[in-house]
Structures are given as structure tokens and as C-alpha cells.
């Protein structure tokens, strides 16, 4: 049982933080915020609901939030259910053409619905495509002995702005066409710096599964410039999945995104702590400029 003096200090506790965050909701008014919702970030029912609900208040308070998805655990599943192995080099799916089909069937339909469903349920208006849908990503091959795994080589970013426009929330699939039509599969952090570069982004998340960017005694690295980003990989303190991640920021950036953040996407309420309190959350990577006290003032 709540005595009234205890629920008096929540009410004014949640007062205050509304209150606090007046400058961040004002800084981001109008602002696009890229997120890659990583398949190891989108945990259970619940964890899925409060990312979404995030994303409707981000909506809500006029920031204009595109969420592009990846899901390789749950290809991974559905391969499995099928007998078909898959390999990844360089942290990309070698992707043969019966790969390909799961590729797209499960991010363009599971994953994607999901996401997209989630969203609506929480009131927002979400319209799910992939990188095929209106030209948004035309890609070339990558490598050859990736197969079937693509670059982004042009972003036409325009059926975004059209959705903006109508207050929807797009949910992007990270797959492309090439210009014979053929499908490819993008690594969800390429696709998400792509389309980010492409709409100049004043924020890219990268959503994963750890807290941010380590040093060498395993704390969370709160600010790093790019070139302290090549120093670390370098040093291999930067390793396996986190590598595809930093790169993606530093293109992202060289590409005209202001700051690209990398945090974990199951913490509660990871994008509003980053974006609309003091206290921000995980690793944020940018040219130059300090990250407190207002970690992005007049970024
Ligand atoms: N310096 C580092 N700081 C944080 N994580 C690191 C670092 N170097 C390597 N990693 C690894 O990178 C992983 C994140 O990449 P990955 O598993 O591919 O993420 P996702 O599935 O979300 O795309 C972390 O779980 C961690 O094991
Ligand atoms: C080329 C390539 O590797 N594509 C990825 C696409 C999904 C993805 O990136 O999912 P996560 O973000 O959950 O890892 C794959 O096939 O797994």
C-alpha cells in the first residue's frame, strides 16, 4: 500500500523530469532520428512494447524517428527449420539465392509486422518497406564470395520525406534491389548508416545488445572522436560485431549525420534517456564537441 506522502514525491519526480527535459524536446523539434533496432536488441514481448512506445512519444513530441531493423537470430531460426546452414565472413551472411528467399521472408515479413505492429498498438502510425519499396536503396554487389549481400551504391530517401509529412512512422527492412532487379541482403548497420547519411540525420542509435564502446578495462566509453574510434580498433579493443558498428558511424558521419550513438536497446527507455535527458546513454561518436553538460547543445 502507497501512503499519500509516497505518491506525492512519484508525481513530483515525474514532474520535474518532464519539466527537465523542456530544452531536449525543444532541441529535437523537426529533428530525424535514424535507429537500428538490432535482432539481438528486440528481446520479449514487453522489451518490444517499450521500445515502441518510445518511439510514439519520440513521434508525439515532433521528432520525426525512422527505424530500420536487422534480425539475423531469427533468419537464423527459420534456416535452421529449414536445413540450410549459413556462414558469415566479416560478420556478414554469405547469401546463396535459397538464402536470399528466407532473408526476405523473414525480415520483410516477421520481423518487420512486428515491429510494425508493435508501433500501432501503441498508437503511433507505422508503415513497414524494406529498401526495395519506391527505389529507397539500389545496391551492388559487395563481394562476390558474399553472394547475394549488397552495397548501398544510391538512397533516394524521398518516400521517407512523404511519410514525415503524413506523421508516419517508417519501419525499414535492410534489403535492396540491384539495378537488374535482383534482391540483396545489407547488413542492418549498413543499411541504417546508408539511409541515415542520406537524410543527413541529426542522430543515428545503433541499438544493441551492450551498453556502449569498452575500453581496455571493459567501462563504457561515454564520448570518442573517429579518430579515437580507429585508435581502439587498431588496438583491437574494438572487435568482432562492434566493428561493423563503428565503421557504419564513422561513414555515417563523413556522410553528414551529426553523432551517431551506440547503446544497449534493452535497457528501458534507452532512446528517451539519450535523447531528452542530461544523462544521455551509451557510447556518442562525433567530429568534435563535448558531451555534458548539455551532452548535445547546439549539435
Ligand atoms: N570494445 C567493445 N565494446 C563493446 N562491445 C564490443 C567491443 N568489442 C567487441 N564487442 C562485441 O560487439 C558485440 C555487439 O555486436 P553484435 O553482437 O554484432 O550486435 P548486434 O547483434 O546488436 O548487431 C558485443 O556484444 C560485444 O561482444
Ligand atoms: C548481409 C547480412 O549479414 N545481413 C544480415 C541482415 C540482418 C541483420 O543485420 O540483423 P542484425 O542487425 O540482427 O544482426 C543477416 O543476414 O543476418
Redesign the pocket.
Known amino acids: 500500500m502507497k501512503t499519500q506522502t509516497a505518491m506525492n514525491k512519484d508525481w513530483f519526480a515525474t514532474a520535474r523530469t518532464l519539466s527537465e527535459a523542456l530544452p531536449y524536446l525543444q532541441r529535437y523539434t523537426g529533428a530525424i532520428v535514424v535507429i537500428k533496432f ?4 528486440m528481446g520479449d514481448a514487453a522489451e518490444m512494447a517499450s521500445f515502441a512506445r518510445d518511439v510514439v512519444l519520440m513521434r508525439q513530441v515532433g521528432v520525426n524517428p525512422v527505424i530500420v531493423h ?1 534480425g ?1 537470430p531469427m533468419i537464423n531460426d527459420l534456416l535452421t527449420r529449414l536445413g540450410i546452414t549459413s556462414s558469415f565472413v566479416r ?1 556478414k551472411r554469405v547469401t546463396d539465392a535459397a538464402t536470399m528467399e528466407v532473408v526476405e521472408m523473414v525480415l520483410s515479413g516477421l520481423v518487420n509486422k512486428r515491429i510494425v505492429q508493435a508501433i500501432n498498438d501503441e498508437g503511433g502510425r507505422a508503415v513497414g518497406l524494406s529498401g526495395k519499396d519506391a527505389r529507397l536503396i539500389t545496391c551492388t554487389p559487395d563481394d562476390p564470395e558474399l553472394g547475394f549481400v549488397g552495397r548501398p551504391d544510391d538512397v533516394d530517401p524521398t518516400v521517407l520525406q512523404h511519410l514525415f509529412a503524413g506523421g508516419i512512422i517508417p519501419v525499414i527492412a535492410p534489403l535492396g534491389a540491384g539495378a537488374d532487379g535482383q534482391s540483396y541482403n545489407i547488413n ?2 549498413t543499411a541504417a548508416g546508408a539511409i541515415a547519411a542520406a537524410l543527413k540525420a541529426d542522430r543515428l542509435l545503433l ?4 551498453a ?3 575500453d581496455s578495462s571493459g567501462e563504457v566509453i561515454t564520448q570518442l572522436s573517429p579518430d579515437e574510434v580507429q585508435e ?1 580498433t587498431a588496438q583491437g ?6 566493428i ?2 563503428t565503421e557504419t558511424a564513422l561513414a555515417a558521419i563523413d556522410g553528414g549525420v551529426r553523432a551517431v550513438v551506440i547503446l544497449d536497446g534493452r535497457a528501458p527507455n534507452a532512446c528517451l534517456l539519450e535523447l531528452f535527458t542530461e544523462h544521455g546513454a551509451g557510447s556518442l561518436i562525433r567530429a568534435t564537441a563535448p558531451r555534458t553538460p548539455a551532452h548535445d547543445a547546439g549539435a
Open positions: 538490432g535482432g539481438h536488441a536487422g539475423g560478420g542492418g548497420d541499438l544493441t545488445d551492450v556502449g564502446v569498452k581502439l579493443i574494438i572487435a568482432g560485431g562492434m561493423p558498428k
